[in-house]
C-alpha cells in the first residue's frame, strides 16, 4: 500500500524566513496531495492540495509542487509569522476507483520566533 | 454554515468497555471518513460511508465499526476497549470522493 514519508520532523524559523516541508510517496498511481495545519487542540485544517495534472499551486505566502518522476511534493510558505506555528501534515490518496482514503505522513512541527 | 462537528469532545472510558463517537458532515456533504490518530502521530484512516455502507476500510479489527444514517451524520464504535485505544479520533466529511474537511476530534482515554 501507499507510504508517505515527511521531513523534517521538527523546524524553527525566524519571522520573516521561508520554510520548506518535504514528503515522499511510494505508490505511483497516488493523484492527490493535500497539505493540513494542525493547531494544539484541532482538527487538521486543509490549508492547500495539488492533484497529479498539475506542477504548482500558490495561494498567497503558500504554494506545493509536485514531482511526480521523483513522487515527492513540497509545502513552502514565505515571510512565515507566528501564527504559522503548528504541526503540519502531508497525504497522498490514490485514484478514486481503489479509494479515498488518505495515507497521512507523521507531520512537521514548526515554530515560527518573533 | 457549519463545518464538520464531533461530539463528545472529550471522553474517559476503561479497558473492555465499549465506545461510541459521532460526527455530522459538513452541510452538502454526503461522504464520513474516521481516522485514529495516536499522540505524536499522523492520522491513520479506520473505515469510510458513503450512502450508509462502508466503502473502504484501513488496517484495524473488526472491534471497530461504523454506521452512517440517512441524513449522512455517523458514528464510531469500539467495542473490548484497549489501552492502546487511547488517540484523538477524528471524523472528516467530502462532497463524494473530493476534499476531506476534519472535525475537532474526539479525546478518548483508556484507563
Known amino acids: 500500500g501507499e507510504n508517505v514519508e515527511q521531513h523534517p520532523s521538527t523546524l524553527s524559523v525566524q519571522e520573516g524566513d521561508s520554510a520548506v516541508i518535504k514528503c515522499t510517496y511510494s505508490d505511483s498511481a497516488s493523484n492527490y496531495f493535500p497539505w493540513y495545519k494542525q493547531e494544539l487542540g484541532k482538527g487538521p485544517q486543509l490549508i492547500i492540495d495539488i492533484r497529479s495534472n498539475v506542477g504548482e499551486k500558490k495561494d498567497q505566502r503558500i504554494a506545493v509542487t509536485l514531482n511526480k518522476t521523483a513522487k515527492h511534493f513540497s509545502l513552502h510558505i514565505t515571510e512565515t509569522q507566528p501564527e504559522d506555528s503548528a504541526v503540519y501534515f502531508c497525504?497522498?490518496?490514490?485514484?478514486?476507483?481503489?479509494?479515498?482514503?488518505?495515507?497521512f505522513g507523521k507531520g512537521t512541527t514548526l515554530s515560527v520566533s518573533s | 454554515d457549519a463545518g464538520v462537528t464531533q461530539s463528545p469532545t472529550h471522553l474517559i472510558k476503561t479497558r473492555g468497555q465499549q465506545v461510541t463517537l459521532r460526527c455530522s458532515p459538513k452541510?452538502?456533504?454526503?461522504?464520513v471518513s474516521w481516522y485514529q490518530q495516536a499522540l505524536g502521530q499522523g492520522p491513520q484512516f479506520i473505515f469510510q460511508?458513503?450512502?450508509?455502507?462502508?466503502?473502504q476500510r484501513g488496517n484495524f479489527p473488526d472491534r471497530f465499526s461504523g454506521h452512517q444514517f440517512p441524513n449522512y451524520s455517523s458514528e464510531l464504535n469500539v467495542n473490548a476497549l484497549l489501552l492502546g485505544d487511547s488517540a484523538l479520533y477524528l471524523c472528516a466529511s467530502s462532497p463524494g470522493t473530493d476534499t476531506q474537511y476534519f472535525g475537532p476530534g474526539t479525546r478518548l482515554t483508556v484507563l
Open positions: 497525504a497522498a490518496r490514490g485514484p478514486q476507483w481503489a479509494g479515498t482514503a488518505l495515507i
Open positions: 460511508y458513503y450512502e450508509e455502507e462502508e466503502r
Open positions: 452541510s452538502g456533504h454526503d461522504t
